[in-house]
Structure formats: C-alpha cells, structure tokens
C-alpha cells in the first residue's frame, strides 16, 4: 500500500520541532490562518509543507493535492480499504461488488450506479475502464508497476485482467482514484497537467487555491448524501514550529507534525479536546541512498555507513522517543514484524561498529588517510544530505548522521530544500542521500518493494514518484519480489522474504532509521467521529486515503 506517500506514494509526513523554535510562531505568510468552528461547518487542516503549486493532479505525488491531502476529498477509490487493518476485506464504495479469480490474475467490479460526477454527469463502468487505460498507457501514472493486461467494461461490470498474480497488489489496485473519461480524454498530457479545475465523484469540489490555503466546499449533490462539514481549509504552513503554534492556539484542528514533549506543546493547551494518535504499520523510515553517485553505488560503502549510524541517538535526539525504534538490520520493526523473520535475523540487533566499518572498507579497496576516506580510484568520499527545511526530526537526524559518518572519514554536508523542491529531486534521482518514509503493508513485502523493486526503476532525471527512489538495481531483489508476489503457498513467500532481508542487510540500499507511524493531532472542540485506538477504522493522518472516511464520519460537537 501507498503512504505519498501517493504512497502517495502517499507518506507517513513527520517532521519534529525543538521546543525552543515554538518562540518564533507563525511567520507571516500563514500569519491569516482560519480557526475553524463545527458550528459554521468549517474543518481547518494544516500540514507543515511550505507554500505549494497549483496542482490537483490525483495521481502526482508532487501535486498540492497529495501534499495537502485533499486530493482524497475530490476524487474517490473503487474500495475503502485500511493500512492499519489489513486483514480486513475493506469497504464498498464507487463499487459495490468485486471478485477476484485465476491466482489474483482476474478482478471484477461492479460499479455503483448511484456515483455522479461533480459536473452532474453520471460515474459509468466505462469511466472506470478508462483509468485502468491510462495507467496501463502512461508509466509515470502507474508508479506501483501493475502489469495490466486485458480492460474491458459491460454495462455496470468492469473486468480487469494482469499477466502476473496481484496478490500483494489487492489493496493498491482497490484504491485506485478513479477519473472521468469525458474530461481526462481531452487532457494531451496527463503525466504534467495540472489540472486546476479538478472534477471529480467526491463530496467537495475546490474553491479557492493559494500557495498558503486552498478551500473546498461540500459539493451540493454529493452522490453518498449530505456531509456534515461543509468547507475544508487546507493551509500549508512554512515549517513545523508555525504548524504546532496553529495546533496549540485552535487555527489548525487537524494535522500531522511530529512534535517532541506533545503534553507541555500541545495537549496540556487544551487537555479536553487536544488528542493525538499514532498507530503504526509495517513500514520505516530510513537513509536511502542514490546508488547512482559515485562510491554510494558501492555496497560496501553504504553497509559501512549502516554500521556508524547511530539509530538510538536519533531515535531519543531527533525523533524524542515517540516513534518505535529500530533494532533488527533488515529493517522490519519488532514486535509487528517478528512472524516474518528469517531465523538468520532473528536474534541480530542493530549496534555501533566503527572499527568494524573501517574493517569493511579496508576489504573493498577504501583508504583513511588523514581523516579522509578515498575510494578505490584515490578520490574523497563526499556527500550531501538532503531533506526539506523545518523538518527538524528529519534534519536533527542528518546533523546525527553527518557526524556518525565522519568516524570513517566519510565528508558530509546537510542541503534543506523546499518539501515541494525535495520531492521533486528524491522522485528524479537529483541526490545523494535523504532520510525519506517507505510504503507500509500487511507483511514487508511493500517496504521492500517500494525500496528495491527493479520495476520501479527509473533512470535518473525521469520521475519515479512511487519507490526505488535510490535507482537500486539488483536483480536478485527484483527476482524475489515477483515470486513472493506470484507465490501459491506460504513456504514460497517466506523464502523470497529471506532473500529479501539478505538484501537488505549485506547491501543495505537505505539505512532504517525508525518505524513510520500513520498518526495525527487533532481536536475535538468544533468535531468529533475521530479514529481512535479504541475504534481504529481508519489511520487519522489527513493525508492518507482514510481521510476521506474520517471526514464523512465527523459532526459537529455538541
């Protein structure tokens, strides 16, 4: 399943604050923040990403859409599915029926009759179809690599057929945002259209857009009925202590900003409405590297990295104990992921080794004179880290790990982008390293996946927007994705899974750095409904897929 992150590739957006940034407030270009009120049937929604493009393009993880998150309120899925549920069969929406058949080579939907556009024309079967079509005609739309085959549309039915077995696809194909073909038909590029009058089946249509706030309003004839919230105010603040400030004084009622000692900054405003939840899934996050620049290419120097980076330091210094550290060196967090362990790793813990590091490069040709490593053809090891400014979990991390580094020589330098900037240049392959989140699924395959799947992989300078950003090739990795993939039986899933963690482990394409958590702040003031712990129907991250549920469930408080 996708996070953006799209995954979205929809992600799980978390970015920390220091205390002491909560002095500087809001700047001024978010200085006119809306608070929202459920009596006037306003929900305000922050995010922390900067100022953003007009861009509503549904399958573009680098729109403001997948940013925001609002791309979820104008354009629905076929099926409502649950990351933090993924056992479960998920909930009928633009269709109400769907099978699969032949090994998952063969699905079936039957589309809900009900669906209209927000234009009054009617949702078809042959709207359905034509999605399907475009992403089977346009690789940059079809990011997680489903190979489509045969798309055919009867009356209410559509059948989709693939050349190979989706069961790790289920829920990503399910998901899919379904556009209308009288629209998008006329579209000459839709891998770049912007799409600024976006038209779509969901219950809000957008209104206003700036780089700040964008505005949606409740459509009027909402195919699933009324909603209670009838405007959403989507603003993007500059960084994560603007965003906290908006939590804390009631501007922003909904959010996802990773904020260390939550209690002093934010609950204790308000202890009766201020919550905040954050369930967690099988993925991480992590330091993917760009296997592409110069020595990074090299296994042995990313395992040397993976071997100084020290994962309990940013786990207390940059992510304050809040998200679930990382012990094991594949990568899979512990205890969820136990059951899926090869008996290679089972008792393997992550630790500190820096002559061990040195060790492994002596081995592979690499020379530490004067403090500097060399490569094997005599040249400095130098590196870039990259992540978005007023990131500051993200980038507390990559201060850690420009200094863990430079035990084995290695020169590193810490670059902050804009989050637009950022994503731009992680899905084209344009940086060195970055501490970047990963798909999360029912098993790891989808973290491995979205790592190393060789049928992400893009050459530099093309977007990949949905995996492989670090351009790992390995064919052994590739070939034991698609035989978990198109396996029949557990005991063939489980060997490619072990392969899978060797992978992982001896040429470590990203260094796991902490489990994702899918959480979120918000306030129970003006709405409630919200996903808890005690009823967990959805993952409450408002840039999620779930966030479209989450929002047709609130009403106003009493």
Not at 6 to 32: D, K, M, Q
Not at 303 to 313: F, G, L, N, Q, T
Not at 508 to 518: E, K, L, R, S, Y
Request: glycine share 8%; net charge negative.
């Amino acid at each position: 399943m996708r996070d953006t992150r799209p995954r979205h590739t929809t992600r799980v957006i978390a970015a920390a604050i220091a205390v002491a940034a909560l002095a500087t407030g809001c700047s001024s270009a978010n200085s006119n923040a809306n608070r929202g009120t459920g009596a006037s049937g306003v929900l305000s929604i922050g995010m922390p990403n900067g100022p953003q493009t007009n861009n509503s393009n549904p399958f573009l993880g680098t729109s403001a859409g997948a940013s925001l998150g609002y791309r979820f309120m104008i354009y629905e899925p076929l099926v409502m599915t649950n990351i933090i549920r993924p056992g479960e069969e998920g909930t009928p929406w633009l269709a109400k029926e769907w099978a699969w058949e032949d090994n998952f080579t063969k699905v079936t939907f039957t589309i809900d009759s009900r669906a209209t556009w927000s234009d009054g024309e009617p949702l078809t079967a042959e709207d359905v179809a034509y999605t399907f079509g475009l992403l089977k005609e346009h690789e940059a739309l079809n990011g997680n690599a489903i190979p489509y085959d045969g798309i055919t549309a009867s009356g209410d039915t559509v059948e989709l057929t693939f050349t190979s077995s989706q069961f790790v696809n289920q829920m990503k194909i399910l998901s899919t945002f379904i556009v209308p073909r009288h629209i998008w038909e006329k579209v000459e590029d839709p891998t770049t259209w912007p799409n600024r009058e976006p038209v779509g089946s969901g219950p809000y249509t957008l209104k206003t857009f700036t780089p700040q706030t964008t505005t949606l309003v409740a459509a009027p004839d909402y195919w699933k009925g009324e909603t209670q919230v009838k405007e959403l105010r989507y603003t993007s603040y500059n960084d994560n202590s603007a965003q906290t400030t908006a939590l804390a004084n009631g501007k922003t009622e909904w959010s996802f900003v990773f904020m260390p000692n939550h209690e002093e900054l934010y609950t204790s405003k308000d202890p009766e409405h201020n919550k905040l939840w954050f369930p967690s899934g099988l993925g991480i996050h992590g330091l993917w590297f760009n296997t592409t620049r110069g020595a990074l290419g090299d296994p042995a120097l990313r395992k040397a990295m993976a071997m100084v980076i020290d994962r309990e330091a940013i786990h207390v210094q940059a992510q304050a104990e809040l998200y679930p550290e990382i012990t094991n060196p594949t990568g899979i967090p512990l205890p969820a992921g136990e059951p899926f362990l090869s008996p290679k790793y089972r008792d393997a813990e992550v630790e500190v080794d820096v002559e061990g590091a040195k060790k492994v490069l002596d081995e592979a040709g690499y020379e530490l004179s004067g403090g500097t490593l060399k490569d094997p053809d005599g040249k400095p090891v130098k590196i870039t880290l990259t992540d978005p400014a007023g990131w500051n979990d993200y980038i507390t991390g990559l201060s850690i790990i420009k200094d863990n580094v430079k035990k084995i020589g290695v020169e590193a330098s810490v670059k902050t982008q804009t989050a637009e900037a950022w994503t731009a240049a992680v899905s084209n392959g344009d940086f060195d390293a970055t501490l970047h989140w990963t798909n999360t699924g029912p098993t790891p395959y989808d973290m491995y996946q979205n790592i190393m799947d060789g049928e992400l992989l893009q050459p530099v300078g093309k977007s990949a927007p949905l995996g492989n950003f670090g351009r790992f090739d390995s064919p052994e990795a590739t070939k034991a994705l698609k035989e978990y993939a198109n396996a029949t039986d557990d005991a063939t899933r489980t060997e490619a899974l072990n392969t899978l963690q060797d992978v992982m482990v001896e040429q470590v394409p990203m260094v796991p750095t902490a489990a994702g958590p899918i959480g979120a702040e918000y306030s129970t003031k003006n709405w409630t409904g919200w996903p808890t712990e005690s009823d967990p129907y959805a993952p409450p991250q408002p840039t999620q897929p779930n966030a479209l549920d989450i929002v047709l469930r609130l009403k106003p408080a009493s």
